[in-house]
């Protein structure tokens, strides 16, 4: 070929490659200053029933680039947002609160929804009645000095559900952009682990509409545990590997991956609480040994089989429980007599945060913070960590270990898609490697004509 043809050539695949790196970045949505700036998102979700055990002015808000009010519910009457009487004043002073010790920090306000309510279900499938909804948060949020909007529903159960959830987010997206208002709210989503509903090896159930999320979200929540609130037998609740089953957060996150959602729009949930049983022989002790019943209720949470890890620092501060860290699965349990313990150890706190930025993801947000220890010992570990600060001391004493060498998730199975090795690191910058390396096969092989 002449040179004008290679020059034409050269000029076409910048041109691509251009309009390529631009699509990628498109996917990513929001800039990083409205994110929070170059560390991405380190978030929490600050639970207002908790107020009166930790009111907003002690949270340490220098651990956190993004804070959620969590949370406030559907008015079935009206479809506008029901605010509790005792939370009024609460949800007004939240934002000016925490952001008077880090100004740059950004409040969201989460409207939750139990798979259970029908209200919700009828709201998302009512044109006008999700116009009302919209409508009333925005309004609410503009009132009271939040930066964004977070809708936790658990879960939509139907195809239906799905499809009108995705119809949700594409006209609250729509109506956020017609605002007047100098700057534009954050949008997103807190959602199960997986991109499709109940994902188990005997269950089956619908697929979130991942093009809506992908296009009208800044980013999405994944609850990458409560895995086994119920069952007979002990278990990891919130393994990040498991070579067994498809519960845990390197599948859940891979699943989002592989259906098409970038890793800078996903977010991994870390809980700081541990799930509880009683063991039915104290000498079986190990996940998957029998149990006979829930652990005991306990204060913080209130419920039975639910511990905080304020509650479960005092039991590790016993000589006679033994803590295990098991390295294959990430995950770190404890038996205190009868009692065992499935809970996120600062140590497995760190794992998780290092797969999340090893796997690309924009960060992670730790559920609830109320219920960490008053050194606030698994936040300042998270952040460290994130931020490339390794925290040297743990929590607790050290626990025995088993081997190490994480698994790999199985593959993902009905609309979770195989799972690529890839697309746990894939980044914006992945586009522009994909795309040099074609470019260059290409002219390889057409110099060689």
């Known amino acids: 070929m002449g040179q004008t043809t290679l020059s034409s050539l050269f000029t076409f695949l910048l041109i691509f490659s251009i309009f390529h790196n631009s699509r990628c970045q498109k996917q990513c949505g929001v800039s990083d200053d409205r994110r929070g700036g170059p560390s991405r998102v380190r978030a929490g979700f600050w639970f207002s029933q908790y107020s009166l055990h930790s009111p907003a002015p002690t949270i340490d808000t220098s651990l956190y680039t993004h804070l959620y009010y969590y949370s406030l519910s559907l008015d079935g009457a009206n479809s506008g947002i029901a605010v509790p009487p005792d939370q009024i004043a609460v949800l007004c002073n939240f934002s000016g609160t925490v952001k008077s010790s880090n100004p740059a920090l950004k409040t969201l306000l989460s409207v939750a929804a139990d798979g259970r309510q029908t209200s919700f279900s009828a709201m998302a499938a009512d044109a006008s009645l999700r116009a009302a909804f919209i409508a009333s948060t925005l309004e609410l949020a503009r009132a009271n000095r939040f930066d964004g909007l977070d809708l936790a529903w658990q879960f939509p159960s139907s195809p239906a559900d799905m499809a009108n959830l995705g119809l949700l987010l594409e006209e609250w997206r729509a109506r956020i952009g017609e605002e007047a208002a100098p700057s534009t709210l954050l949008l997103t989503i807190t959602a199960y682990f997986s991109n499709h509903l109940f994902d188990g090896p005997t269950t089956d159930g619908p697929d979130y509409p991942t093009d809506a999320i992908s296009s009208s979200l800044d980013w999405i929540n994944i609850l990458c ?87 479960i620092e005092g039991f590790l501060k016993d000589p006679g429980t033994k803590s295990v860290y098991d390295g294959r699965t990430a995950t770190s349990y404890l038996q205190s007599g009868d009692l065992w313990v499935s809970y996120d150890s600062p140590q497995v706190v760190e794992g998780k945060v290092r797969f999340a930025r090893r796997s690309g993801l924009l960060g992670y947000f730790l559920w609830p913070i109320s219920f960490d220890d008053s050194n606030r010992t698994v936040s300042k570990r998270a952040s460290g960590v994130w931020l490339g600060e390794r925290e040297s001391q743990g929590g607790g004493r050290e626990e025995e270990r088993l081997p190490e060498g994480g698994a790999p998730p199985p593959a993902a199975a009905g609309g979770g898609g195989a799972v690529s090795a890839s697309a746990q690191r894939l980044s914006v910058t992945g586009c522009r490697v994909v795309l040099v390396c074609g470019l260059l096969c290409f002219l390889s092989g057409w110099l060689w004509v």
């Open 225 to 311: 545990f409560g895995f086994h609130r119920n069952g007979n037998a002990t278990a990891n609740d919130a393994a990040l590997f498991d070579r067994t089953s498809h519960f845990s957060a390197s599948y859940g996150v891979t699943s989002w991956l592989d259906a098409g959602i970038p890793p800078c729009k996903v977010v991994m949930g870390v809980p700081l609480y541990g799930r509880s049983w009683f063991l039915k022989n104290k000498s079986k002790n190990e996940p998957g040994d029998p149990v006979v019943a829930e652990g005991p209720r306990q204060k913080m949470s209130n419920q039975s089989g639910v511990i905080a890890y304020l509650e």
